[in-house]
């Protein structure tokens, strides 16, 4: 293992192995902090996906120090510390508090902190983050339930979250490339800062910045960075660049969707599906609620339904719909009570033939995956930008393909399939 990666959320740590993957580094996903003895033979990278967004900071702390203990015991040259592309992450942490931490375990004199994603739309100028044209705090991220985002300037929302001083690497440097880069990595280590914010408005300045950091010990950022990372181990002849398939050799067997996203994108994939004609089968929270439906009626639904199409299970609704379902039952026991419903149907159906299965939703994969007991993914060919096929590691036979909700076109339930084989 050459690069040891520690995500702070299950879809995020996908759309970083996928990164990984399509810059040739043959790339493992694990479920939480590994095992000491996980197997990671032939990988040269792993991705260690845990849910520590928006836990206590020293929970986030604990199991990131115990990934990365894991990671570097086996090998890995380089850690990288990956956040989402809006930071998203309060006075409270966890970025600040986990990013000390790895500084501290690796040993690291300096870390840089970019979650520049320009492709997406997410750019950092003068230290400040930008959402399209918004900076950070204007955009809709300044509302998000769970981590509101209303301070733009990156410099300063990490300086509260850490007492070890911050810096900014700005886009004049920058934009002359990856000597000035590593020149300026070296001056700000010189006075004393500990953290650098990168500017990046372009990918070129991502790839530059990765070159520059190649001997860092410790990467923080979004998955944009990991983009110039690779090209590093490949130019030190460390591994050799992988092919990437655009198909994938999938176990035999049925083919399931289950949809627990309410976003617009599902929606439009969820229609899509019903008018190509794929059965399916709506979850009601209040017919859940009632105990009127239950993963028994699934089951046997989805087992009576022809075998050479897929089925298509969805709670996904409308905002209005959404709505009045949380006011009625509260939005925590909604979401849980249907994330365990569509959980235990997974299970039960992929104990019983199905084998190839796309989950809508971040929360329903996390969901799906833990009541599947799957621990370690293996990347294979991507679908949409950011998700990607991937294989069960523990030997039983199942294709997975985890989609946070917004991502994907509206065909998407229609034309994954066609990369397996
Ligand atoms: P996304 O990736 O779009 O955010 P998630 O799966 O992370 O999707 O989150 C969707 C949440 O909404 C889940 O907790 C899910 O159980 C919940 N949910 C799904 N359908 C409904 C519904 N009809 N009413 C209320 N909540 C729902």
């Known amino acids: 293992m050459l690069l040891g990666c520690i995500a702070d959320d299950l879809t995020g740590a996908t759309d970083l192995a996928l990164m990984l993957t399509r810059a040739g580094m043959r790339t493992v996903q694990v479920m939480g902090v590994p095992a000491a003895n996980a197997d990671f033979d032939g990988f040269d990278a792993v991705v260690v996906a845990l849910k520590s967004r928006t836990n206590p900071a020293a929970e986030a702390v604990a199991w990131s120090l115990a990934s990365a203990d894991v990671l ?182 049925r083919q399931l969707i289950i949809a627990g996203s309410c976003s617009e994108a599902t929606r439009g994939q969820v229609k899509a599906a019903i008018a190509a004609g794929i059965p399916v089968h709506e979850v009601d929270a209040r017919a859940v609620a009632a105990k009127k439906l239950g993963p028994a009626d699934l089951v046997s639904w989805a087992k009576k339904q022809p075998a050479s199409a897929p089925v298509l299970i969805y709670s996904s609704a409308e905002p209005a719909r959404v709505a009045e379902v949380q006011r009625e039952f509260g939005r925590d026991t909604a979401g849980s009570m249907i994330e365990a419903l569509l959980a235990a149907t997974a299970k039960a159906l992929c104990a019983d033939g199905f084998t190839r299965v796309i989950v809508a939703g971040g929360e329903t994969s996390g969901a799906v995956v833990a009541a599947l007991g799957v621990t370690a993914i293996e990347i294979g060919p991507e679908i949409a930008p950011g998700v990607p096929w991937t294989l069960a590691r523990d030997g039983r036979p199942l294709a997975l393909a985890l989609k946070s909700g917004n991502f994907g076109g509206s065909d998407f339930f229609l034309s994954a399939w066609s990369h397996l084989v």
């Open 72 to 253: 570097l015991a086996r090998g890995a040259k380089q850690l990288f510390f990956k956040y989402c592309s809006t930071f998203d992450s309060t006075d409270q942490g966890n970025i600040g508090p986990v990013a000390e931490a790895l500084l501290a375990k690796t040993g690291a004199e300096i870390a840089l902190a970019c979650p520049a994603f320009p492709a997406n739309k997410r750019t950092v100028y003068l230290g400040n983050l930008f959402v399209g044209e918004q900076p950070l705090a204007e955009s809709p991220m300044k509302d998000h339930p769970l981590t509101p985002m209303r301070d733009s300037n990156l410099v300063r929302v990490l300086q509260r979250q850490t007492k070890l001083p911050v810096g900014v690497i700005p886009h004049a440097v920058v934009d002359q490339g990856a000597a000035a880069i590593e020149g300026a990595f070296k001056g700000a280590a010189l006075i004393g800062k500990r953290f650098v914010v990168v500017d990046a408005i372009a990918d070129r300045h991502l790839i530059d910045m990765g070159r520059a950091a190649a001997s860092h010990k410790l990467i923080t950022g979004g998955s944009g960075v990991a983009m110039g990372l690779p090209a590093n181990f490949l130019a030190q002849s460390l591994m050799k660049a992988a092919g990437s398939a655009t198909r994938m050799a999938a176990p035999n067997g």
